[in-house]
């Protein structure tokens, strides 16, 4: 199998060139702009420390849809392709650490480890940032380079599946969420650590220490810095909020506030917080954002969740496994099974309404157009168990 090449030989000239792959890039930043904001991390690992695990709102963004479609049924035409999709690989949940890699990464690689008989036995994930393809001279992929620390293994093409999302500037690379939430991320964390701050001084600026030099003139520097040390030990931070100050030789405290426009900072926080749910296909009310938290919301925004961003995701990440798998499982086919996804259970009920009210349809086509299969006769269910009539 060669997932990126003609299977028989001797078409591969019909392909037009590709744009070689780029060897100049920073490791890890595959599918990120660079230097588009000033103090973001230019490091894939380092931006997830940032964007991701110090941040709740892309963190639950990415959660509600990776753990989403993983908790959702699965249907295959085989069930021993089913069974590698579904098993857990050394603590590693597939289908959900592949959404995730798609989502923050824009690019995943699943590893088929085959087992004594050549076919697959185990289905792996491997991290994307640390995975480089290996072009031929016409820039078509031929191979993976995994480089773990000093170790690096080179994978054949047929034994990796890529997955990637699209980008329009890169012919072998996709581009993930995190890059379009880059600016909300940064603004939402620097409001974040702006409000923190305000939270050690009291909630508001500390103010200014006046002093009126009268007939003594100015502070010395063995004063200046006495006062300073006081202040800052005695009176600053959240544990010493509201303790009286004792003011002497001339010295006089002048109280300083913010503006209502400046003490916004909510707004700001929620303003970025709906553009980075935005970006990664979440209704903001599902992550308890206020403004439109009523019930009916919620329920027609998880709807709106599963058909727009986990269903669409789910389909590519199952037809692409199904590709890779389908040279060991003849025809195979892999997805979801509608039915049975609660979020969903309005809309099939009202298609099964739909259908069931259609006079001028056929059994057959009522249970095709609700994705049932065919009626299969008794002596054929029989003829395909080899049991007797």
């Known amino acids: 199998m060669n997932i990126f090449g003609w299977k028989s030989a001797g078409r591969g000239y019909l392909r037009p060139a590709k744009t070689r792959v780029q060897q100049d890039r920073l490791p890890g930043l595959r599918g990120y702009a660079l230097g588009s904001l000033g103090e973001w991390p230019r490091h894939y690992e380092a931006q997830m420390r940032e964007g991701y695990l110090s941040n709740a709102i892309a963190q639950r963004a990415v959660r509600l849809i990776a753990e989403g479609l993983a908790s959702a049924p699965l249907i295959a035409s085989d069930k021993r392709a089913l069974d590698l999709v579904r098993t857990t690989s050394a603590g590693q949940a597939l289908i959900e650490t592949v959404a995730t890699h798609l989502l923050l990464h824009g690019n995943a690689y699943v590893e088929l480890l085959s087992g004594n008989d050549g076919r697959p036995a185990e289905l792996f994930a491997l991290r994307p940032e640390r995975m480089t393809i290996e072009a031929d001279t016409r820039g078509w992929p031929v191979a993976f380079v995994y480089k773990a620390g000093q170790v690096a293994s080179r994978l054949p093409a047929e034994n990796v599946i890529h997955i990637r999302s699209i980008h329009p500037l890169d012919d072998h690379y996709g581009l993930g969420c995190l890059s379009a939430a880059s600016g909300a991320v940064a603004t939402h964390n620097a409001a974040t650590k702006w409000n923190k701050a305000l939270l050690d001084n009291a909630a508001r600026p500390s103010g200014a220490l006046v002093y009126d030099m009268g007939d003594s003139g100015t502070l010395n520097g063995e004063q200046y810095a006495r006062l300073k040390e006081e202040l800052s030990a005695s009176f600053q931070g959240a544990g010493n909020a ?6 002497e030789g001339g010295l006089k405290w002048q109280a300083m506030a913010l503006t209502p426009a400046e003490m916004d900072f909510a707004g700001l926080k929620e303003a970025a917080a709906r553009e980075i749910a935005l970006a990664f296909g979440v209704p903001p009310v599902l992550l308890g954002l206020p403004g439109d938290a009523t019930y009916a919301n919620y329920r027609e925004a998880n709807r709106a969740l599963w058909n727009q961003s986990i269903i669409p995701l789910a389909r590519k990440i199952l037809d692409a496994l199904a590709q890779g798998l389908r040279p060991y499982f003849d025809g195979l086919t892999l997805g979801l099974d509608l039915d049975a996804i609660p979020a969903l259970a309005e809309d099939r009920e ?39 009539e």
């Open 242 to 247: 509201g303790r009286p100050m004792l003011l």
């Open 350 to 388: 009202r298609l099964w309404a739909q259908v069931g009210a259609a006079d001028f349809l056929t059994m057959e086509e009522k249970r095709a157009a609700v994705g049932i299969g065919a009626i299969v006769p008794p002596a054929e269910i029989s003829n395909e168990t080899g049991a007797t």
